[in-house]
């Protein structure tokens, strides 16, 4: 076989594997490459989020040791927040709507911390975008229905990454509701192949106000 024949993988793939290798720089340039072409938050839909997914699936089948689940997690989290902390093209922000205010916005994530660095993109995005937006770290999991019920809060965002997600997150919806039951919850159901209807089943009802399976708000 030549290779011109063999498949070519994609960026998510590449960039997975070079953290696998532990090879962080290389992994940021896959990211980097992309990010050329595409906005953020397309390269968050169309690599990190995949490639976090595929760690995630390593990672409950037992494939994906501590040592290397590690390395991945905080190499992706170091290169979320270098991202985060450029400046931003004009095309790639999108501000309120003149007449509607910023919101106030508390990201939880659903279990671990692949659905923390889900959340933590997510936050980066809505704060560029001109919302109040906050990550309650898995550290400080406990704090949260005293927040819920003391702060001034206008959507909650529940981050889960599949697989198993969908049970985690019912859960954290679920304890959220009984905190403050007039609070509006988002669930961010991220890279997930299952069709609405199976989800919603899954879930529920009254467990979230809406669902969405993409990195932005």
């Given at each position: ?5 063999l ?8 960039y ?11 992994a ?9 072409e ?13 490639a ?42 999108q501000p ?67 697989p ?54």
């Open positions: 076989m030549c290779s011109s024949d498949p070519v993988l994609t960026p998510e793939v590449r997975y594997q070079r953290l696998l290798a532990m090879d962080e720089d290389e940021a340039e896959i990211a980097e490459g992309v990010l050329k595409k906005t953020l938050v397309a390269v968050y839909d169309s690599v990190i989020i995949p976090l997914s595929l760690a995630e699936q390593d990672r409950h089948e037992n494939r994906l040791d501590p040592d290397h689940a590690a390395f991945v997690f905080q190499s992706t989290g170091e290169l979320i927040e270098e991202l985060g902390d450029r400046r931003l093209p004009e095309s790639d922000a309120p709507a003149p007449e509607a205010s910023p919101l106030s916005i508390l990201c939880v994530p659903s279990r671990d911390n692949a659905d923390e660095l889900a959340g933590l993109m997510l936050v980066q995005l809505a704060r560029r975008d001109g919302h109040h937006a906050e990550l309650v770290l898995l550290a400080d999991i406990e704090t949260l229905p005293a927040r819920l019920k003391r702060d001034h809060i206008d959507v909650l965002f529940v981050s889960a990454l599949p198993f997600a969908v049970i985690h997150a019912r859960s954290a919806c679920r304890r959220a509701r009984q905190a403050n039951p007039d609070l509006k919850i988002v669930l961010g159901l991220w890279n997930s192949a299952l069709p609405a209807e199976k989800v919603a089943q899954r879930l529920g009802q009254a467990t979230c106000d809406t669902k969405i399976g993409r990195a932005h708000v």
